[in-house]
């Protein structure tokens, strides 16, 4: 495995590997890697693949009063899964090597920009979008993975890709979850022992409105508060938001139908947790199981 800071440096690596016939996996990160970052690089392995990972903690994305100072920065740890997980590059470049004086491009997908995290963090998804974007041109990946966690930055990625014609696909890799539940998140280092310890209750909360729509119920008005009592169940919670939109385009629903999109952000003392679950609709026609011609139940 190697490493640099230089964006020149790295393209002149991955020419080398190009130039061999082989094709370039691309995992950004913002670092303090865990083992959901660790199976975003595993899964980006692969026969006649090069995986990179880039590690950034990229000041576009954080409002004024949000915590880029406190953000957990493990360098040497970073190194070590990276090297465990079967990275081939990684890629830490500087600020100024990404924002070099005088930067003064925003990337702005126009989606989603009334729903979910975005109304509350002003400005992330663009930081988000740049950066990506960014990187996109410095790696020229073949594939990019991205992480279910954080599914409204995994919607507008893709539709940037899709917008600009960026010629990469993306793969969206599953939440990890420790045994509990709980998303495995960068912050949550924030949590106390106690806050940790009631942390789950926001992804029991979302499985409940997984278990509603499966049981037939299909009023996102109903599941969102269902979703809402659930983590006031839990009252350490300051509930920021629980919506329900159409996973695709991001959307807000009233009726559920296709696949819909369930998702919470709530503060546990300092650390702001998102959470999400993906529910697929059967469509009203379809009746829920069918005999099948031989009488067995498919
Ligand atoms: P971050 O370092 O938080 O910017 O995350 C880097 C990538 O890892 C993003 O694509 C995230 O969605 C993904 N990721 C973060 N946490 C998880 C998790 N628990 N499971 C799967 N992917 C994750």
Redesign the pocket.
Known sequence: MTRTRSAAALRRTLDAFRLRGETIAF???????????R??IERAAGPGRRVVVSIFVNPLQFGPREDFGAYPRTPAADLALCRAAGADVVFLPDPGTMYPGGFATTVHVELGTSVLCAPHRPGHFDGVTTVVAKLLNIVRPDRL??????AQ??VLVGRMIGDLGLPVVLDV?????EADGL????RNRYLTPEERTAAPALYRALQGARRLVRDGERSAARVRTAVRRGIAAESRFRLQYAEVVDARTLEPCRRLSGRVLVAAAAFLGRARLIDNVVVTVPAASEPARRPSQKGVVA
């Open positions: 995992v950004p990160t913002m670092g303090a890697l865990h083992a959901g970052h199976a975003l993975l991205l992480g279910q966690k954080d930055q995994a890799a599953p939440t990890v979850r998303a495995l998140s960068s």
